[in-house]
């Protein structure tokens, strides 16, 4: 396997290990030293995890959202000057370095707003070839199941309570399902986080392990069979589209 595809099929196993912390942070070690760049988006999204969820023990779902918010205009405010800061710690100086220099010899930063960058990240996960050859009705069918799967999982976040009665008051499942809505915050925090500090992570290639947590979040909302056929329909599109644009 090529290192890009090793530190893919390793930070699959995210999902399985993550309970543990010495079973995490090995497989984190072994991620680091095959590529450190796509192990740090990894080691982020466990730090960013642990944090959402120590939160969530005090604050309510909507309140994690507004900090989401804070930290996102954070970042976008921050930008590409992170990468100084990020040169002065030894072992990410290297790459915070050659990530600067690559940047500045292109016109990456100025190509597209910044703020276009997650909507760039949401085209590339859904389909999008090096050429920008876009399946317009893909993302859009994508589109519409993210929006109505996102108002469900907002509608079953405001079930559970946060507070010393939370236990007496609320089912195992509930709670459960609290959690796994603060996992899917915990994603799009970490996305969020690279694409508006760093636009080479704009690819969504970098975040494709972390699709398990989302699709935890949506298997909430909607059935295995209402996911799959999406996703039927969804390749169904993109085949019979490329078939039309080839002709």
Known sequence: LAEEQ?????SLLLILVEGSWLLTLTLLFAILSVDLGNGVVVATLVLFLNAYRFA???LSVRM???ALLV????????GISSLSILSNVSFLADKADA????????????KYPIYLRPVITFMTGVFMTPSFIKIVPAHLLVAGSILIGTRRMM???????VGNNFVEKRTF???EARNIIVEVIA???????????????SNAKYYLFAVPFLMRGFLLVASRKTIFRQLIVCQSLVFGLLILYRI
């Open 173 to 175: 499942l509930q709670f």
């Open 155 to 161: 509608a079953i976040s405001r079930f559970p309570d």
């Open 187 to 201: 994603v799009i925090a970490t996305i969020l986080f690279f694409v508006f500090l760093f636009p080479t992570y």
């Open 71 to 78: 930290q996102s205009l954070l970042t976008l405010g921050l």
């Open 64 to 66: 994690l959202l507004v």
């Open 99 to 110: 990530m600067y220099a690559s940047l500045s010899d292109s016109d990456l930063v100025d």
């Open 6 to 10: 090793l530190v893919l099929v390793l």
């Open 56 to 58: 969530a023990r005090r």
